[in-house]
Each structure stands twice: as C-alpha cells, then as structure tokens.
C-alpha cells in the first residue's frame, strides 16, 4: 500500500504561482510501477481531473482548463510528484489531492475511479 501525503498549498492572489508537491511512502516508486494523477475539489463540486504522468514521466495529461498553466512532474528517486501552477484564477480555488493509478488501467486514467490510493489533500485559494 502506497500513502500519499500533498503539501504547498496556500493562498495566493490571481495570476500567482505555487508547487504542490505529493511525497509517497510503503511501496515505493521503484518497487511499484505507477502512473500518478492530480485531481481537485471544489465545495459543492465533484471530484475533478487536473493531471496525470507516467511511470517514466515521459507522458503526460491535463484537463483543458489548466493546460497551459500547470505542469505535472515526478522524480522517482525522491517518491515525489509535483504539480507547478501558474496564471492561477479564482476558479483553480479547491483542495488539491494527489493520486496514484491502479496498476491494472493501461495508459493514463482521468476518472477517479482509475485511482486505488489517495492523499489528504491540500487547500488552494486564490482570490482576484
């Protein structure tokens, strides 16, 4: 079993940037294959995809609102992923979770469903 713990969150004004980063522990990436996502949620809204990256970190997905302006990245040596946003807005404004991909989906998942193992989550305000 993988624990996934976010941090970096904060708050910020609109056009600033921060860096989530997500820190795994038990299994780690080098034992255990995996693609890793970030998805976020805002009150009263559903669970929403942000980004996903391959194992290798040669591939990569966003969701058409952020893409352009996040940037998601993992160094495996340090079981870290990260999650670089800029040009925020007020409508990036939710709690942030970092999430790891079920060993059995192929590619690279957009559903939550996709993922088995999620962190606690970290809070992302940007006010205009």
């Known amino acids: 079993q993988v624990q996934l713990v976010e941090s970096g969150g904060g708050s910020v004004q609109a056009g600033g940037s921060l860096r989530l980063s997500c820190a795994a522990s038990?299994?780690?990436?080098?034992?255990?294959?995996?693609?890793m996502g970030w998805f976020r949620q805002a009150p009263g809204k559903e669970r929403e995809f942000v980004a996903a990256?391959?194992?290798?970190?040669?591939?990569?997905v966003y969701a058409d609102s952020v893409k352009g302006r996040f940037t998601i990245s993992r160094d495996n040596a340090k079981n870290e992923v990260y999650l670089q946003m800029n040009s925020l807005k007020p409508e990036d404004t939710a709690v942030y979770y970092c999430?790891?991909?079920?060993?059995?989906?192929?590619?690279?998942?957009?559903?939550?469903?996709?993922?088995?193992?999620w962190g606690q989550g970290t809070q992302v305000t940007v006010s205009s």
């Open positions: 999430a790891k991909q079920r060993g059995s989906i192929g590619g690279l998942a957009r559903r939550p469903g996709s993922y088995d193992s």
């Open positions: 038990g299994r780690t990436f080098s034992n255990y294959v995996m693609a």
């Open positions: 990256i391959s194992w290798t970190g040669g591939s990569t």
